[in-house]
């Protein structure tokens, strides 16, 4: 009798261990469906995102550049009279500012001149009949008229003056060079992109896994692709044609692909983002034999853990002692355990609606050992957060159904410091063999760090795509605990107020200094922030390691930490020079290099705009008109006209170089904005030393001419609060001191 008890105890040993492995192989074989299932899923998510972003890259870059040709096109519009070798130094700059393979300039009769000194006849092209309707384009794929067997592609911008389209400004592409400049930047990590044009023809083949696309047009890409649904291409193919985005499965050349496509929103070009599937299950398969390693120790401690507890029981006298015994060590095991943890376990009675804690009260929270009416007393407590009320009842409700075992959600509690804990409820009945509720119990977890991850993965990802961006430098700051450092090297933090002084001082023109500090000093960003301003921006001068100072960005962008309440934020930093140099060329007067006319009216009419709430300052809007100009550039020739000219500009830079704005409205015409004067006398003092500078005379052999000035003026706000009304009203004041005595100035009455 004894031996077939041992028997009979073996055999269940055996047929434990048995079903131990089936169910742990059953486990893992259904793990790894759901696994791969949710990790293809990520991919697609991962897929679409990466499309997006290699869409706003090249959209980008496209964009880029065409900024740069209509800040050219701005220079022609405000200079009519610019030469030859002028527009020769203008399209050397806008080869080396922007990535074209050849720029070019074009008359409204089609004559284009290139950089290199090549000209063209283009006045047949559809792109310059287009530009010369003044319309800004980003032409399709045509044939090169430079280079044979070359297809290339253009951006064209309409020059326009006064109403009139007088020629085109363009830049031209090969499609090779657009490859080879977008190729790095687009990181089609484990996939290819192609980029196609509104007639499907591949404009762009980006690949970064060694793959050669030799098919030329999205039709025989498809003819050569194998899909699992025989109705999958002809949705692509409808897709394309109605300017719809999808996702696609097929095999292609062998190799199984996933692929994204979704309209670029330029010309009906298409973007087609795609990833190889044998990437994605490489990296399963690795994952997998971890798991799969995991799985066999886990089973052989597991199997050690069985045999010692049937070690132990066979030393047992009283079987009914033996198990009460292991159910009080059972219980405190668990009391033990959940103390050591931040896991709360609780018992719920649904008759009398009371809670209990049975190993501790949560710490931070306002309740007690026992609690009772609950849901609805720690509702009515404010315990559960207005956002986590609903969610927190219907925890309660669902466990109260005799066909649920668990209910469970995640719920946002206050705590006793006024603040929160993000938790995990668990609740789960325990049934007798009639499938009646013997106990209810619950389990919190406290899961705010969890939440809080999610929060910094989300602003991990703004952070990158700020990176995608062309930044000199970029810093993570916490305006809080008045830190610094390099993003993603907390390793190196420094003290901001510090460094920011430190900034000023070295690197920063002193013009700007005092907008710098008024910005983005770390008391001010706080009042902003309080005040509901998230967002920091200015742009200014840094010095760089030659000494030459160049244009920057300077932005921060601001947020709330929720768990720590802690202010931090990202601060990047932008090389902007290039774009400065154009807008700069735009604004100013060749000869001179005073403002034009366009700039000078847009500088004033903003300050005035600007300061239209202070009735309690004057401004001075001054003409001063050249005498005897005429005389002299008859006389003693145009070139000593332009001499005089670069002359009287120069002085009154040298004599209203602080709080003004000078420009040069054409001919001999100059007008000065003089702000916040203090009072009439003393800019009549002024206005006499620039008569007495003014007066000077020129000659050459016998010939003399002598030159004066005279001035009108308006006084803002009083005779006006825009360029056009204090210009219309110091003219007629320049009108009655030319008709009276010239070389001397009058005001408006």
Not at 280 to 305: D, E, H
Not at 542 to 555: L, N, R
Not at 595 to 605: E, F, L, M, P
């Amino acid at each position: 009798m004894t031996i077939l008890n041992k028997l009979n105890k073996y055999f269940i040993l055996i047929l434990s261990l048995f079903l131990i492995f089936l169910f742990s192989a059953l486990s893992l074989i259904n793990f790894f469906k759901s696994f791969y299932a949710n990790e293809i899923d990520l991919y697609k998510e991962k897929l679409e995102y990466r499309s997006i972003l290699q869409s706003t890259i090249i959209k980008n870059h496209l964009k880029n550049n065409m900024i740069v040709l209509e800040s050219a096109a701005d220079i022609f519009t405000h200079n009519e009279n610019i030469n030859t070798e002028s527009i020769t130094k203008i399209i050397e700059k806008l080869k080396t500012l922007t990535q074209f393979d050849r720029v070019f300039i074009a008359q409204n009769n089609g004559k284009a001149a290139f950089a290199n000194g090549d000209t063209y006849d283009i006045s047949n092209k559809d792109y310059f009949l287009n530009a010369m309707k003044g319309k800004h384009e980003i032409t399709e794929i045509t044939d090169s008229f430079f280079e044979k067997d070359a297809p290339i592609f253009l951006e064209t911008v309409p020059i326009v003056v006064n109403n009139e389209v007088i020629g085109i400004v363009g830049g031209v592409y090969k499609l090779s060079t657009f490859s080879s400049l977008l190729n790095e930047s687009l990181q089609a990590e484990n996939g290819y992109l192609i980029l196609a044009s509104s007639s499907q023809e591949f404009i762009l083949k980006s690949s970064n896994i060694n793959k050669i696309i030799a098919e030329n047009n999205i039709w025989d890409f498809l003819s050569n692709t194998t899909f699992d649904d025989n109705n999958a291409a002809e949705k692509i193919r409808k897709d394309i044609v109605t300017q719809q985005n999808g996702f696609a499965e097929y095999i292609h050349d062998g190799n199984a692909e996933f692929a994204y496509y979704s309209p670029l929103g330029i010309n009906n070009w298409y973007i087609i983002s795609v990833l190889s599937v044998e990437a994605v299950q490489n990296r399963l398969k690795f994952i997998q034999a971890i798991m799969s390693a995991l799985t066999i120790k886990v089973s052989i401690i597991f199997i050690f853990g069985i045999l010692s507890i049937l070690y132990f029981n066979k030393k047992a006298k009283d079987e009914l002692i033996a198990s009460n015994e292991k159910l009080k060590l059972d219980e405190e095991i668990f009391r033990v355990a959940m103390d050591k943890t931040s896991n709360i376990a609780f018992e719920y009675n649904q008759k009398t609606k009371t809670l209990t804690f049975k190993n501790s009260v949560p710490k931070g929270h306002q309740l007690m050992q026992i609690v009772e009416n609950v849901p609805e007393s720690l509702v009515e407590n404010n315990f559960i957060f207005e956002e986590s009320i609903d969610e927190f009842l219907q925890i309660y409700k669902r466990i109260f159904n005799k066909n649920v075992k668990t209910s469970s959600g995640i719920i946002k509690v206050r705590t006793n410091n006024d603040s929160y804990l993000w938790e995990r409820l668990t609740l789960t009945n325990i049934f007798d063999n009639d499938k009646n509720i013997l106990r209810t119990v619950g389990v919190i977890e406290n899961i705010t760090e969890e939440k809080e991850n999610e929060l910094s993965l989300f602003l991990k990802k703004q952070y990158f795509e700020a990176l995608q961006t062309d930044n000199i430098s970029t810093y993570e700051i916490n305006l809080s605990k008045n830190t610094i450092n390099p993003f993603n090297n907390s390793s190196k933090k420094k003290n901001y107020d510090k460094l920011f002084e430190y900034f000023l001082k070295r690197k920063i023109h002193s013009d700007d200094i005092e907008i710098m500090r008024e910005r983005f000093s770390r008391k001010n960003m706080l009042i902003s922030y309080f005040n509901g301003i998230n967002e920091f921006k200015v742009d200014y001068r840094t010095k760089d390691a030659d000494g030459v100072y160049k244009w920057a960005e300077f932005y921060i962008h601001v947020i709330k930490k929720l768990s720590t309440d802690e202010i931090k934020g990202i601060l990047l930093i932008k090389d902007i020079s290039n774009i400065k140099e154009l807008k700069e060329m735009s604004e100013k007067d060749p000869l001179t290099s005073l403002y034009n006319r366009r700039a000078t009216k847009k500088h004033i009419d903003n300050f005035l705009e600007s300061t239209k709430e202070d009735t309690t300052s004057s401004h001075a809007f001054i003409i001063l008109d050249l005498d005897n100009f005429k005389t002299l550039n008859d006389t003693l020739g145009h070139i000593m006209g332009d001499i005089a000219l670069q002359e009287f500009a120069l002085k009154l830079v040298e004599c209203f170089k602080n709080q003004s704005i000078i420009g040069r409205l054409g001919g001999d015409e100059f007008i000065i904005f003089l702000k916040y004067i203090s009072s009439k006398n003393e800019l009549k003092e002024i206005l006499k030393k620039i008569l007495n500078d003014f007066s000077v005379t020129y000659g050459h052999s016998d010939i003399s001419v002598g030159i004066s000035a005279s001035v009108g003026v308006a006084i803002a706000p009083q005779d006006g609060n825009t360029f056009q009304e204090l210009y219309k009203k110091s003219d007629i004041a320049l009108y009655n001191i030319k008709n009276a005595s010239k070389n001397n100035f009058s005001f408006y009455k």
